[in-house]
Protein backbone atom coordinates (compact mmCIF):
# COMPACT_ATOMS: atom_id res chain seq x y z
CA UNK A 1 0.00 0.00 0.00
CA UNK A 2 1.99 3.37 -1.07
CA UNK A 3 2.31 6.05 1.14
CA UNK A 4 0.50 8.78 -0.72
CA UNK A 5 0.87 12.32 1.03
CA UNK A 6 -2.13 13.99 1.22
CA UNK A 7 -1.91 17.75 0.42
CA UNK A 8 -2.33 19.08 4.35
CA UNK A 9 -0.75 16.32 5.63
CA UNK A 10 1.33 16.96 8.74
CA UNK A 11 5.04 17.19 9.64
CA UNK A 12 6.15 14.48 11.59
CA UNK A 13 8.88 14.26 13.72
CA UNK A 14 11.32 11.35 12.73
CA UNK A 15 13.64 10.69 16.37
CA UNK A 16 16.51 9.10 15.87
CA UNK A 17 15.00 5.32 17.35
CA UNK A 18 18.50 3.71 16.84
CA UNK A 19 20.26 6.03 19.64
CA UNK A 20 17.27 6.11 21.64
CA UNK A 21 17.25 2.06 21.51
CA UNK A 22 21.15 1.80 22.08
CA UNK A 23 20.72 4.47 25.32
CA UNK A 24 18.00 2.73 26.88
CA UNK A 25 19.66 -0.71 26.32
CA UNK A 26 22.95 1.22 27.94
CA UNK A 27 21.14 2.48 30.98
CA UNK A 28 20.00 -0.63 32.05
CA UNK A 29 22.60 -2.80 31.04
CA UNK A 30 24.78 -0.52 33.24
CA UNK A 31 22.49 -0.77 36.34
CA UNK A 32 22.14 -4.27 35.87
CA UNK A 33 25.80 -4.82 35.71
CA UNK A 34 26.37 -3.08 39.15
CA UNK A 35 24.23 -6.33 40.72
CA UNK A 36 27.38 -8.46 41.69
CA UNK A 37 25.74 -11.30 42.24
CA UNK A 38 25.17 -13.50 39.42
CA UNK A 39 22.07 -14.92 40.35
CA UNK A 40 20.33 -11.67 41.76
CA UNK A 41 21.38 -10.16 38.59
CA UNK A 42 19.50 -13.06 36.33
CA UNK A 43 16.53 -12.70 38.76
CA UNK A 44 16.38 -9.23 38.28
CA UNK A 45 16.94 -8.94 34.32
CA UNK A 46 13.68 -11.87 34.49
CA UNK A 47 11.49 -9.42 36.18
CA UNK A 48 11.85 -6.53 34.08
CA UNK A 49 11.89 -8.54 30.90
CA UNK A 50 8.14 -9.60 31.73
CA UNK A 51 8.08 -5.98 32.81
CA UNK A 52 8.98 -4.87 29.66
CA UNK A 53 6.69 -7.21 28.00
CA UNK A 54 3.68 -6.32 29.66
CA UNK A 55 4.67 -2.59 28.63
CA UNK A 56 5.20 -3.54 25.21
CA UNK A 57 1.72 -5.53 24.94
CA UNK A 58 0.29 -1.80 25.79
CA UNK A 59 2.48 0.53 23.86
CA UNK A 60 2.43 -1.14 20.61
CA UNK A 61 -0.84 -1.39 19.78
CA UNK A 62 -1.21 2.30 20.61
CA UNK A 63 1.81 3.07 18.26
CA UNK A 64 -0.13 1.14 15.59
CA UNK A 65 -3.51 2.56 16.02
CA UNK A 66 -2.01 6.60 15.91
CA UNK A 67 0.34 4.97 13.27
CA UNK A 68 -2.85 3.61 11.44
CA UNK A 69 -4.97 7.34 11.57
CA UNK A 70 -2.00 8.96 10.33
CA UNK A 71 -1.76 6.80 7.23
CA UNK A 72 -5.23 6.62 6.57
CA UNK A 73 -7.02 9.60 6.93
CA UNK A 74 -4.20 12.64 7.20
CA UNK A 75 -1.57 10.71 5.12
CA UNK A 76 1.99 12.08 5.64
CA UNK A 77 5.09 11.34 4.51
CA UNK A 78 6.80 8.00 5.81
CA UNK A 79 4.82 7.23 8.39
CA UNK A 80 6.61 4.34 9.28
CA UNK A 81 10.12 6.57 9.54
CA UNK A 82 7.89 8.41 12.74
CA UNK A 83 6.62 5.14 14.04
CA UNK A 84 10.18 3.42 13.99
CA UNK A 85 9.29 0.70 11.80
CA UNK A 86 9.27 -0.30 8.24
CA UNK A 87 7.43 0.57 5.49
CA UNK A 88 6.19 -3.10 5.47
CA UNK A 89 5.46 -2.90 9.26
CA UNK A 90 3.30 -0.49 8.35
CA UNK A 91 1.31 -1.81 5.67
CA UNK A 92 0.24 -4.70 6.92
CA UNK A 93 -0.96 -2.94 9.82
CA UNK A 94 -3.12 -0.33 7.80
CA UNK A 95 -4.03 -3.45 5.76
CA UNK A 96 -5.13 -5.51 8.75
CA UNK A 97 -7.46 -2.30 10.34
CA UNK A 98 -8.92 -1.68 7.04
CA UNK A 99 -9.82 -5.45 6.91
CA UNK A 100 -7.81 -6.25 3.17
CA UNK A 101 -6.21 -9.60 3.02
CA UNK A 102 -3.19 -10.08 1.28
CA UNK A 103 -4.25 -10.92 -1.86
CA UNK A 104 -6.43 -7.68 -2.08
CA UNK A 105 -5.28 -5.13 -4.40
CA UNK A 106 -4.13 -1.96 -2.65
CA UNK A 107 -7.10 0.76 -2.78
CA UNK A 108 -6.36 4.58 -4.26
CA UNK A 109 -5.24 6.33 -1.47
CA UNK A 110 -7.91 9.14 -2.17
CA UNK A 111 -10.53 5.87 -0.79
CA UNK A 112 -8.17 4.85 2.61
CA UNK A 113 -10.61 7.57 4.82
CA UNK A 114 -14.11 5.73 3.41
CA UNK A 115 -12.20 2.20 3.99
CA UNK A 116 -11.28 3.70 7.58
CA UNK A 117 -14.76 4.49 8.68
CA UNK A 118 -16.63 2.03 6.82
CA UNK A 119 -14.17 -0.45 8.93
CA UNK A 120 -14.42 1.94 12.18
CA UNK A 121 -10.94 3.12 11.95
CA UNK A 122 -10.44 5.91 14.70
CA UNK A 123 -9.95 8.99 13.52
CA UNK A 124 -7.36 10.71 16.10
CA UNK A 125 -6.69 14.48 15.50
CA UNK A 126 -4.00 14.56 17.82
CA UNK A 127 -2.26 11.71 15.91
CA UNK A 128 0.69 13.67 14.52
CA UNK A 129 1.81 15.12 17.94
CA UNK A 130 1.00 11.64 20.06
CA UNK A 131 2.75 9.20 17.50
CA UNK A 132 6.69 10.41 18.25
CA UNK A 133 6.42 10.53 21.88
CA UNK A 134 4.65 6.92 21.73
CA UNK A 135 7.16 5.43 19.40
CA UNK A 136 9.61 6.55 21.12
CA UNK A 137 8.57 5.09 24.81
CA UNK A 138 8.10 1.87 22.17
CA UNK A 139 11.32 1.82 20.68
CA UNK A 140 13.02 2.76 24.75
CA UNK A 141 11.74 -0.30 25.62
CA UNK A 142 12.77 -2.40 22.58
CA UNK A 143 16.56 -1.18 23.41
CA UNK A 144 15.83 -2.20 27.35
CA UNK A 145 14.18 -5.43 26.03
CA UNK A 146 17.83 -6.03 23.76
CA UNK A 147 19.99 -5.42 27.04
CA UNK A 148 18.31 -7.86 28.86
CA UNK A 149 17.80 -10.54 26.45
CA UNK A 150 22.04 -10.33 26.34
CA UNK A 151 22.26 -11.54 29.91
CA UNK A 152 18.64 -14.18 29.79
CA UNK A 153 19.49 -15.25 26.39
CA UNK A 154 23.55 -15.59 25.92
CA UNK A 155 24.61 -15.17 22.54
CA UNK A 156 25.96 -18.74 22.66
CA UNK A 157 25.98 -20.74 19.05
CA UNK A 158 22.54 -22.62 19.50
CA UNK A 159 22.99 -26.66 17.89
CA UNK A 160 19.83 -27.10 16.00
CA UNK A 161 18.15 -31.01 15.94
CA UNK A 162 18.13 -31.53 12.51
CA UNK A 163 15.01 -34.08 11.75
CA UNK A 164 15.10 -37.03 8.59
CA UNK A 165 12.92 -35.49 7.01
CA UNK A 166 12.41 -37.80 4.29
CA UNK A 167 11.84 -40.57 6.16
CA UNK A 168 8.27 -38.11 7.93
CA UNK A 169 7.34 -37.65 4.71
CA UNK A 170 7.83 -41.41 3.60
CA UNK A 171 6.06 -42.49 6.69
CA UNK A 172 2.93 -39.31 6.43
CA UNK A 173 2.45 -40.75 2.63
CA UNK A 174 2.33 -44.41 3.80
CA UNK A 175 -0.39 -43.58 6.40
CA UNK A 176 -2.20 -41.68 4.17
CA UNK A 177 -2.37 -44.24 0.92
CA UNK A 178 -2.90 -47.25 3.44
CA UNK A 179 -5.74 -46.05 4.55
CA UNK A 180 -7.54 -44.54 1.52
CA UNK A 181 -6.34 -47.17 -0.79
CA UNK A 182 -9.10 -49.63 2.02
CA UNK A 183 -12.01 -47.84 0.96
CA UNK A 184 -13.07 -49.42 -2.10
CA UNK A 185 -16.43 -47.36 -2.85
CA UNK A 186 -15.06 -44.46 -4.78
CA UNK A 187 -17.70 -41.85 -3.70
CA UNK A 188 -16.95 -42.81 0.20
CA UNK A 189 -12.97 -42.55 -0.88
CA UNK A 190 -13.61 -39.04 -2.79
CA UNK A 191 -14.93 -37.84 0.41
CA UNK A 192 -12.76 -39.26 2.97
CA UNK A 193 -9.77 -38.44 1.01
CA UNK A 194 -11.10 -34.64 0.30
CA UNK A 195 -11.67 -34.60 4.29
CA UNK A 196 -8.34 -35.47 4.84
CA UNK A 197 -7.05 -33.00 2.71
CA UNK A 198 -8.64 -30.31 4.40
CA UNK A 199 -7.74 -30.38 7.91
CA UNK A 200 -4.43 -31.35 6.91
CA UNK A 201 -3.88 -28.70 4.94
CA UNK A 202 -5.27 -26.61 8.07
CA UNK A 203 -2.93 -27.67 10.23
CA UNK A 204 -0.09 -26.93 7.87
CA UNK A 205 -1.08 -23.55 8.02
CA UNK A 206 -1.30 -23.27 11.70
CA UNK A 207 2.13 -24.93 12.21
CA UNK A 208 4.08 -24.10 9.45
CA UNK A 209 3.47 -20.07 10.91
CA UNK A 210 4.62 -21.03 14.46
CA UNK A 211 7.25 -22.69 12.82
CA UNK A 212 8.52 -20.28 10.65
CA UNK A 213 7.89 -17.46 13.75
CA UNK A 214 10.75 -19.29 16.07
CA UNK A 215 13.00 -20.25 12.76
CA UNK A 216 13.19 -16.22 12.56
CA UNK A 217 13.59 -16.10 15.74
CA UNK A 218 16.41 -18.05 15.60
CA UNK A 219 18.09 -16.24 12.84
CA UNK A 220 17.82 -12.73 13.99
CA UNK A 221 18.29 -12.90 17.57
CA UNK A 222 20.74 -15.91 18.09
CA UNK A 223 23.61 -17.59 16.80
CA UNK A 224 21.80 -20.62 15.42
CA UNK A 225 23.48 -22.25 12.75
CA UNK A 226 21.48 -23.82 9.82
CA UNK A 227 18.18 -22.85 10.66
CA UNK A 228 17.02 -24.03 7.10
CA UNK A 229 17.53 -27.72 7.83
CA UNK A 230 16.62 -27.37 11.17
CA UNK A 231 12.92 -26.68 9.77
CA UNK A 232 12.87 -28.53 6.84
CA UNK A 233 12.89 -26.04 4.42
CA UNK A 234 15.02 -25.53 1.05
CA UNK A 235 17.88 -22.32 1.46
CA UNK A 236 16.09 -20.04 -1.11
CA UNK A 237 12.42 -20.94 0.44
CA UNK A 238 14.41 -19.51 3.66
CA UNK A 239 15.91 -16.77 2.12
CA UNK A 240 12.13 -15.86 1.21
CA UNK A 241 10.80 -16.50 4.37
CA UNK A 242 13.35 -13.91 5.79
CA UNK A 243 13.09 -11.64 2.92
CA UNK A 244 9.38 -11.28 3.38
CA UNK A 245 9.40 -10.97 7.03
CA UNK A 246 11.75 -8.00 7.05
CA UNK A 247 9.32 -6.63 4.03
CA UNK A 248 12.25 -7.03 1.59
CA UNK A 249 11.51 -7.63 -2.06
CA UNK A 250 10.83 -11.38 -2.37
CA UNK A 251 13.81 -11.85 -4.64
CA UNK A 252 16.10 -9.58 -5.00
CA UNK A 253 16.33 -7.58 -1.18
CA UNK A 254 19.66 -7.60 0.25
CA UNK A 255 19.55 -9.30 3.59
CA UNK A 256 21.44 -7.68 6.67
CA UNK A 257 24.80 -8.70 7.45
CA UNK A 258 25.10 -10.51 10.69
CA UNK A 259 25.59 -6.97 12.80
CA UNK A 260 22.47 -6.08 11.42
CA UNK A 261 20.23 -8.98 11.68
CA UNK A 262 19.14 -7.87 14.92
CA UNK A 263 17.77 -4.03 14.68
CA UNK A 264 16.94 -5.19 11.18
CA UNK A 265 14.38 -7.57 13.00
CA UNK A 266 13.01 -5.41 16.13
CA UNK A 267 12.40 -2.79 13.13
CA UNK A 268 10.06 -5.35 11.65
CA UNK A 269 8.37 -6.56 14.82
CA UNK A 270 10.07 -9.80 14.35
CA UNK A 271 9.10 -11.85 17.61
CA UNK A 272 11.77 -13.57 19.99
CA UNK A 273 10.77 -16.50 21.06
CA UNK A 274 12.18 -17.70 24.50
CA UNK A 275 11.56 -21.23 23.59
CA UNK A 276 12.44 -21.68 20.05
CA UNK A 277 15.43 -23.79 19.96
CA UNK A 278 13.40 -26.27 21.83
CA UNK A 279 9.77 -26.11 20.20
CA UNK A 280 11.16 -25.94 16.52
CA UNK A 281 11.99 -29.91 16.04
CA UNK A 282 8.68 -31.20 17.18
CA UNK A 283 7.09 -28.08 14.59
CA UNK A 284 8.96 -28.99 11.76
CA UNK A 285 7.89 -32.54 12.16
CA UNK A 286 4.02 -31.73 12.26
CA UNK A 287 4.50 -28.95 9.78
CA UNK A 288 6.33 -31.79 7.20
CA UNK A 289 4.08 -34.70 8.19
CA UNK A 290 1.28 -32.55 7.55
CA UNK A 291 2.20 -31.00 4.15
CA UNK A 292 2.93 -34.52 2.94
CA UNK A 293 -0.98 -35.70 3.99
CA UNK A 294 -2.63 -33.01 2.27
CA UNK A 295 -0.24 -33.38 -0.85
CA UNK A 296 -0.80 -37.28 -0.95
CA UNK A 297 -4.63 -37.14 -0.05
CA UNK A 298 -5.30 -34.21 -2.71
CA UNK A 299 -3.81 -36.43 -5.17
CA UNK A 300 -6.12 -39.54 -4.39
CA UNK A 301 -9.25 -36.94 -4.15
CA UNK A 302 -8.42 -35.99 -7.43
CA UNK A 303 -7.74 -39.21 -9.02
CA UNK A 304 -10.88 -40.17 -7.94
CA UNK A 305 -12.44 -37.19 -8.76
CA UNK A 306 -11.73 -38.17 -12.56
CA UNK A 307 -12.57 -41.75 -11.82
CA UNK A 308 -16.20 -40.79 -11.13
CA UNK A 309 -16.26 -37.79 -13.65
CA UNK A 310 -19.13 -38.54 -16.43
CA UNK A 311 -20.74 -41.85 -14.22
CA UNK A 312 -24.06 -41.88 -13.50
CA UNK A 313 -25.27 -39.00 -10.83
CA UNK A 314 -22.15 -37.99 -10.97
CA UNK A 315 -21.54 -34.44 -12.69
CA UNK A 316 -19.45 -31.30 -11.78
CA UNK A 317 -21.11 -29.64 -9.75
CA UNK A 318 -21.89 -32.78 -7.71
CA UNK A 319 -17.78 -33.50 -6.94
CA UNK A 320 -17.51 -30.06 -6.54
CA UNK A 321 -19.66 -29.94 -3.42
CA UNK A 322 -18.16 -33.39 -2.55
CA UNK A 323 -14.29 -32.39 -2.52
CA UNK A 324 -15.40 -28.75 -0.86
CA UNK A 325 -13.27 -26.95 -3.99
CA UNK A 326 -14.83 -24.65 -6.09
CA UNK A 327 -15.88 -26.01 -9.31
CA UNK A 328 -13.61 -24.41 -11.39
CA UNK A 329 -10.65 -25.82 -9.50
CA UNK A 330 -11.98 -29.32 -8.86
CA UNK A 331 -12.48 -29.53 -12.95
CA UNK A 332 -8.74 -28.48 -13.49
CA UNK A 333 -7.52 -31.13 -11.39
CA UNK A 334 -9.57 -33.79 -12.81
CA UNK A 335 -8.55 -32.74 -16.68
CA UNK A 336 -5.26 -32.53 -15.62
CA UNK A 337 -5.15 -36.14 -14.06
CA UNK A 338 -7.24 -37.32 -17.51
CA UNK A 339 -4.63 -35.77 -19.46
CA UNK A 340 -1.78 -37.50 -17.56
CA UNK A 341 -3.63 -40.99 -18.12
Known amino acids: MPNTVAPDAPELQRPDFEKIRQDAADTLKAELDAIPALQERRSRAHEIYRQILDELAIVRPERDRLMVSLAVYQRPRAVHEAAGCTRDVQRRTVRSA ?47 RRAVRAILFPGDTIKLKRLDFKEIKDTAVTEVRSELDKIKDAATRLKEASRIARDADAEHVVVAGERDRCALSLEFYTRARAVDKAMGVARNAFDELRRVALGLDRKTGRLPAEEEKQAAAEAADIDFVEDAADRLPDLARKAAAARSRHLTAAAIRNETAAELDGKPGWDMRKIADETGLHIDSIRAKIRAVQRRA
Open 98 to 144: LGLDDTTPAPPARDWADLGRAADVPFIPEAADKLPRVATQHEALIGR
